[in-house]
């Protein structure tokens, strides 16, 4: 059975691409998907602060991988090199972000690419043109920082969209998820406190929204066990709270909800689409934004003739039991045998 049409069919595989002769039979009467995706990982570190290392950089795309993850999009790095190449077509592919670009105060401190008000817009555009694509503004920071102001975001990001780049930002405050949303953002990572009245307006402008649960829930863990600062207590719990509704809505006004996992150890993305369920996404919207819907946000194709041999095989259709996603059977990156079960 393939994914997302459902219907029941031979997949042949030909050198690294879907069509043509085929090879020997490598897996039968499985669901077939369109290799998982994490539209927000940071491998190369565990820690804010800690320098890129290429060696943990290889041990998270592999454990990504393992897990049928086959394309990645990395919203912030501290990669002190962003133009280099880093394909390698034994690791899943990459959508690079670029530095994270943080103003002063408004991110982890020496982490990503420090910017003043002066220098965010040049920098938007260098980060999205060294990376071929996007690049990651900080557009909050704790409630009670003062958000990267609007006209200045909107500029930002009306800059790279000048050179067909894309712009994710970090929102989390209501303040920061109201600013992303009204500049145009692309996506929007995590969007804590997002005020729903705005969800027409994210339609409008095509923002897809990335919640990032996995990234919060062991913090919201800590913080019911009584940890953390009241202040800061409080804007966690609520907003954790209201992220499940505003994702519920946006979902059913059309707005694109993707996976991210944003955690440590990666690969933990069968995890990110159980809290999408959890919000109230059906299912099978929950596995597309860990695969076709998300794949295609990132301009690659599903399971068609001619597209790149990623794929991933699972005894049980994942729409029914969205947990079999921890268990792929057979998984397939650009034509070649990564893992089988069996
Ligand atoms: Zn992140």
Redo the contacts with the bound molecule.
């Keep these: 059975m393939v994914l997302p049409d459902g219907e029941e069919r031979v997949i042949r595989v030909s050198g690294d691409r879907i069509g043509g002769p085929g090879g020997e039979c490598l897996v039968e009467g499985a669901w077939l998907l369109p290799g998982l995706v994490d539209v927000?990982t940071?491998p190369g570190t565990n820690q804010p602060g800690e320098d890129f290392d290429e060696d943990l950089h290889r041990s998270h795309m592999t454990d990504h991988r393992d897990a049928g993850v086959l394309l990645v999009r990395t919203?912030?790095s501290v990669d002190p090199d962003p133009t280099r190449e880093r394909h390698d077509p034994t690791l899943p592919r990459v959508r690079r972000g670029g530095r994270w670009l943080a103003m002063p105060g408004l991110f982890f401190p020496d982490f990503g690419r420090p910017v003043t008000e002066a220098d965010l817009v040049d920098a938007a555009v260098e980060e999205a043109e060294a990376s071929g694509g996007w690049c990651k503004i900080i557009g909050d920071w704790r409630p009670g920082d003062p958000a990267v102001p609007l006209d200045l975001l909107t500029e930002a990001i009306a800059a790279v969209h000048a050179i067909d780049g894309r712009v994710a930002v970090h929102a989390q405050t209501a303040e920061g998820s109201r600013n992303a949303v009204l500049a145009r953002a692309d996506s929007i990572?995590h969007g804590m406190h997002l005020d729903n009245d705005l969800i027409p307006t994210m339609v409008e402008h095509g923002t897809a929204l990335v919640p990032t649960f996995t990234a919060f829930a062991p913090t919201i863990e800590r913080i019911r066990a009584g940890e953390g600062a009241p202040e800061i207590r409080e804007w966690l719990l609520t907003g954790w709270e209201g992220l499940f509704t505003t994702v519920r809505t946006a979902h059913e006004a059309g707005v694109t909800v993707l996976a991210g996992t944003?955690s440590k150890p990666c690969g933990d993305i069968a995890g990110e689409v159980l809290w999408l369920i959890r919000a109230g996404l059906p299912p099978e919207a929950a596995v597309a934004a860990a695969s076709w819907t998300a794949r295609h946000w990132l301009g690659l194709p599903g399971l068609e003739e001619g597209a790149p041999a990623d794929i991933v095989a699972y005894d049980a259709d994942p729409r029914v039991d969205p947990s079999v996603l921890r268990r792929p059977s057979l998984i397939v990156l650009g034509g070649q045998v990564i893992g089988r079960q069996r």
């Design positions: 927000h940071h919203p912030g990572e944003d």
